[in-house]
């Protein structure tokens, strides 16, 4: 009941665990891993945020 069918679809469920994302003065969206702070990746093909990703405030 708690399940998400269909299983085996590859999709994710749920939220994107130890990432967020915060928007650059630019107004793209850059991703960072929140165990060593680093950034990893910046949307830059458009201005939409990251999907499942957690904003920062």
């Known amino acids: ?6 299983k085996g679809d590859n999709h ?15 107004g793209n969206y850059v991703k960072r891993n929140t165990d060593t702070g680093r950034f990893m ?11 499942g990703v957690r904003k920062e405030k």
């Open 12 to 26: 994710r469920n749920g939220a994107v665990k130890s990432r967020s994302q915060t928007k650059t003065p630019s």
């Open 41 to 51: 990746d910046v949307k830059t093909t458009d201005k939409t945020p990251f999907k």
């Open 1 to 6: 009941m708690a399940t998400n069918p269909p």
